[in-house]
């Protein structure tokens, strides 16, 4: 799938170059290194990579919640269609403007990974819910109370009476991310970034969970941007991958493609590190670690950890080849694809 | 005691109170660890696998005599000098616990961040004053290359490393007194992927050379199947299966074992993993009547809301045991790739 | 493993050090705090006078400060300062003193000049003074009722005053630190019982208790003797509020894993708190003690004050400022309220200080 294919009316959001730097006494951290992505409507597309790839502050700028001033986006464009295809480029608002808090919980919508540092300990699940209805629609308090509760039979989430006047600390993990899930999808937003919903809960919720989410996006013919470290995740959830390393793409192709045949030795590596399919023996795993945020390295980034690293690998950074409806940013197919 | 048996554990349970009012009157107890049995023979891995409430991690640190337990016997047998360590006071429990050690989750809590490197990994040994100071740099130095960090890192502060490198300095702390028996603390849970094999690896490397036992502790089964001889199974503070590794994962006898495994990835594209249990964990201060899964167990029938089953061979088979009124007759799948 | 900026391998100190140079207003008063406390410390230098010498002719002179030119009444200019020396007048009206310039005479005023003499510490005798004149008189801040030189007292009253914070600090810190961290360490009966005695004695307010505890010290003791006196007691009240804070930060690290590391490796539980809590709360320690410092100054100031403190022939910032208890002596001679900015300044420095370090412990702040 590339970009070129997908028409303006299919798309929702359509992410060219993005780059977002940290400037601190340290040094500047270039989290995001120019990456480039798009999600259809009611399309979803998984971002997979490991600590420090900037995944993270990829969601957060898609908001514009990327913590200023110490993160600035240097360049590229945040194309999002609104209704009735209005297009509005997100990186020329302003970080407070009216505009942008309209759209944070009304049109897009985020969930975390850790639901006890989203909810308000001090304020009831039914208070923290009606405040964002009541902040986005102009509807009276019984009227949110009623919005409140369809969004907790929404996620099936058990006694929801009983739930709107407990406290956050009161229910289980579990049970905090179903609300947190609630709150971001109680105005139907377009698109939901979901950064890491799972990694904190128990195996047997976290199936759950992401049933939840994907029954939710097809009732609600929602958009998702699901954010995870773990393949097994994509593979149940996303249409679209984006592999991510040090701040870039690393390589883009769809759930199917990526999974039958990944291109990127990265992307191999992380398919071969699971020690799920494993026997017995060694588990094959990638040898080094990621480099520190503030290293200026030349040439491509994975290089001193890529067993096919060539001397050209070492001196140029690649640039993205597009193979087959695919994208991958390796020397090793220079020679197969367009650039 | 066994011979062959390292450590033997027998009626392990752990209470903690729930305090509350001005007179911190107790309550009820959270009975987090609530009648365990376990032996681990020397050389074994032995995987302990539970979620949240489970009492897997509280198992773990009663074995080490973190604290005290409730009740039972927690006994260890090193080259035939044997120990109940629950009834030991700490005054002589001292030169004991050069037998075992623990590595943890947290990386970024385990290491005392004001502290050098160096002081970090020596610890246990000056704590039981082995070697000279020399001495003890020398053995830094070697743990820290075969682990597969430098020297040069002992002069340096653990802000300075990523997470694996700072399980690895866990690693070498642990090793630096030469135990017996580590007890492994979902030690690669907070890491990458990539990482996470590269310290599995090195703890199977470590196991041969060091002719080290494990009790490896995990929330989910897929990481103890690579990593396991045997595999207990844990849910609210009990034991529901015990089995070797490759029945565990081919022939699950306990409805909870087989939810586990129905809830690993299948690294699937389009693939739904299979919910079998209904509802939440419950609260360990109110564990149910009968068997503790029963609310949630899609096989419940009356007797199990009446009697809690006790944990039994399974006929026919080694080291298999299974705490079921029903397992009899339960066909159960294995939902494995 | 290894990155190329530097700042990965400074350690936490250098970097506390560099966050600290960014406080403009907290180097600046460390400068100034070096300052006083060089000039208290070497007080027979930097005073142009002895503590106690008293200048029959000049009492109550106003400050000299002002008269200091540099161009005479003839419009000649010199480079070196001078004053007119100044002879006392009765005002006819007032029948108090005044003093007029005496414009014959002169009065250059030199550096390291000789004059009284003194053994600093008892040790050294000299009688070089950092600055003075050689013959006459020089007042920068005037003098008091039987002349004696304020600037002179001030410096020397300094010591008490700016000793006195730092000594009571001592043993605020090491009770304090012991009774809190056993309180957040062993937790149980022992953190019960401490934390009740906590309340009860930060229920007693402190002036009241400082008075209480002051007006017991035997009118006969030699004014040292009541000073050890006066740092003892502010010790020993003070502590509370560092060990309450000091268990609450010793709370939260008890369960860290490095801890039970420990534990589980066999260590004792002194050697735990002393390898491991202390160094974790140290900087904690740090911030409570640079704030409690000027709480002690204002404190012994106001016991001074009010002649519950330290007694003559010591001298202290508040002792000097017993006489203005009746305002009649302030509203003629308004500048023996002087020691009190110097209170003021000190007072002022060190919280600014403290207040940097506490941003420098806070992981939020920049």
């Known amino acids: 799938m590339s970009r070129n294919l997908l028409n303006n009316s299919e798309k929702l959001i359509d992410v060219e170059n993005l780059a977002v730097h940290f400037h601190v006494p340290q040094g500047t951290v270039k989290a995001v290194d120019g990456i480039s992505f798009d999600i259809g409507k009611g399309k979803s597309l998984g971002i997979v990579g490991e600590s420090g790839c900037g995944k993270t502050i990829t969601a957060l700028t898609m908001m514009l919640l990327h913590p200023h001033p110490e993160a600035k986006i240097e360049k590229g464009s945040i194309h999002f269609y609104r209704h009735k295809n209005e297009m509005i480029n997100l990186v020329d608002l302003d970080v407070h403007s009216k505009i942008i808090r309209r759209i944070r919980g009304n049109e897009i919508a985020m969930i975390f990974q850790e639901p006890m540092m989203s909810l308000n300990p001090v304020h009831k699940i039914g208070d923290q819910l009606m405040e964002i209805i009541r902040l986005h629609q102009q509807i009276s308090k019984s009227n949110a109370k009623q919005v409140a509760l369809d969004a907790l039979d929404m996620v099936k989430i058990s006694a929801p009476v009983q739930r709107m006047n407990e406290y956050p600390f009161q229910i289980s993990g579990g049970m905090r991310q179903r609300v947190m899930i609630a709150m971001a999808l109680c105005c139907k937003p377009k698109l939901l970034i979901a950064d890491e919903p799972t990694t904190a809960l128990d195996v047997t919720i976290e199936a759950e969970i992401l049933k939840l989410i994907k029954d939710l996006q097809n009732d609600l013919n929602m958009s998702l941007m699901m954010i995870t470290h773990d393949l097994g995740v994509i593979g149940e959830v996303t249409d679209q991958v984006a592999v991510m390393y040090v701040g870039k793409i690393v390589e883009k192709a769809s759930t199917k493609d990526l999974f039958k045949e990944p291109l990127h030795p990265y992307t191999q590596g992380l398919f071969k590190s699971r020690p799920e399919i494993k026997i017995s023996g060694r588990l094959d795993s990638i040898k080094g670690s990621v480099p520190s945020p503030y290293e200026v390295t030349h040439g491509c980034s994975f290089a001193p950890r890529c067993d096919f690293a060539t001397s050209l690998c070492r001196s140029r950074s690649p640039e993205l080849i597009s193979l087959d409806g695919r994208e991958v940013s390796c020397w090793k197919y220079a020679d197969q694809g367009g650039i | ?337 | 493993m290894s990155g190329n900026s530097d700042y990965i391998h400074l350690t936490e100190r250098q970097l506390n050090f560099k966050k600290f140079l960014r406080h403009k207003v907290a180097v600046f008063s460390s400068f100034v705090l070096f300052i006083l406390y060089l000039m208290v410390i070497f007080a027979d230098f930097f005073a142009p006078y002895g503590m106690l010498t008293n200048h029959k002719y000049y009492l109550y002179a106003p400050p000299q400060i002002s008269k200091i030119r540099f161009v005479d009444n003839e419009k000649n200019f010199s480079w070196r300062p001078f004053i007119y020396r100044q002879v006392a007048k009765r005002d006819p009206k007032t029948l108090r003193f005044i003093y007029i310039d005496d414009t014959k005479k002169k009065d250059f005023i030199y550096f390291f000049v000789e004059g009284e003499k003194y053994k600093m510490f008892g040790l050294f005798e000299s009688n070089v003074h950092l600055f003075g004149v050689k013959e006459g008189k020089l007042f920068l801040f005037g003098t008091d009722i039987i002349g004696r030189d304020l600037l002179s007292r001030i410096i020397f009253g300094g010591r008490v005053s700016l000793s006195i914070g730092l000594v009571g600090v001592l043993i605020l810190v090491i009770l304090g630190t012991i009774i809190g961290t056993v309180s957040g360490y062993f937790g149980g009966w022992y953190d019960n019982i401490i934390q009740r005695i906590i309340e009860i004695v930060r229920t007693i307010p402190q002036v009241a208790l400082w008075m209480a505890l002051a007006s017991i010290i035997p009118k006969e003791w030699p004014s040292s003797y009541v000073y050890l006196g006066i740092v003892i007691i502010f010790g020993l009240i003070s502590w509370a509020g560092l060990a309450r804070e000091l268990r609450g930060k010793v709370l939260a690290i008890r369960r860290a894993d490095f801890i039970y590391a420990a534990e589980i490796s066999g260590a004792s539980a002194a050697r735990i708190i002393r390898t491991h809590i202390i160094p974790n709360v140290f900087s904690h320690i740090i911030v409570i003690a640079t704030l409690s410092i000027p709480i002690m100054i204002i404190g012994e100031a106001a016991l001074s004050f009010l002649g519950l403190g330290i007694k003559p022939p010591m001298t202290s910032w508040g002792l000097l400022l017993t006489k203005l208890k009746e305002v009649q002596t302030l509203k003629h001679y308004p500048w023996l309220i002087t020691p009190a900015g110097f209170i003021v300044v000190s007072v002022l420095c060190f919280n600014f200080i403290g207040d940097a370090l506490r941003d420098l412990n806070d992981p939020h702040s920049k």
């Not at chain 2, 309550?27 to 696998?49: Q, R, W, Y």
């Not at chain 2, 044997?82 to 990386?107: A, C, G, W, Y």
């Open chain 2, 1 to 337: 005691m066994d011979e062959n048996n390292i450590l033997e554990v027998e009626g392990l349970k752990k209470f903690f109170p729930n305090r509350k009012g001005f007179f911190n009157r107790i309550t009820s107890f959270n009975k987090a660890v609530n009648d365990i049995s376990l032996h681990i023979k020397k050389g074994e891995t032995v995987g302990l696998v539970g979620e949240s409430g489970s009492g897997k991690t509280t198992v773990g640190r009663c074995i080490v005599k973190l604290f005290p337990p409730t009740e039972g016997s927690i006994k260890y047998n090193f080259n035939g000098k044997s120990l109940d360590i629950s009834q030991t006071p700490e005054h002589q429990l001292k030169d004991f616990r050069k037998n075992f050690q623990m590595l943890f989750q947290d990386v970024y809590s385990s290491l005392d961040p004001k502290m050098k490197i160096l002081d970090i990994v020596t610890e246990p040994l000056a704590i039981h004053n082995i070697g000279t100071e020399k001495e003890r740099f020398e053995t830094a130095c070697e743990l820290m290359t075969r682990v597969g960090l430098t020297p040069d890192d002992l002069q340096k502060y653990p802000h300075q490393f990523s997470g694996g490198q700072r399980q690895r300095i866990g690693i070498t702390r642990a090793l630096s007194i030469q135990p017996k028996f580590i007890v492994c603390d979902e030690p690669v849970s907070a890491l990458d992927v990539s990482v996470q094999a590269q310290i599995l690896n090195l703890l199977l490397d470590l196991r041969k050379d060091f002719n080290l036992s494990y009790l490896f502790i995990a929330h989910d089964l897929g990481v103890v199947k690579y990593f396991s001889d045997r595999i207990i199974v844990m849910y609210l503070g009990k034991i529901v299966e015990v089995a070797p590794a490759e029945d565990i994962y081919t022939r699950p006898k306990h409805p909870y074992t087989e939810a586990l495994l129905a809830a690993i990835s299948k690294y699937k594209v389009g693939s739904e993993r299979k919910i079998l249990l209904q509802g939440s964990i419950p609260d360990p201060s109110k564990p149910p009547t009968g068997c503790v899964l029963q609310p949630r167990c899609q096989y419940a029938i009356d007797a199990c809301k009446q009697t809690a089953p006790d944990l039994l061979p399974v006929p026919n088979k080694n080291d298999s045991f299974v705490a079921c009124h029903r397992s009899s007759e339960l066909d159960l799948k294995s939902y494995s790739s």
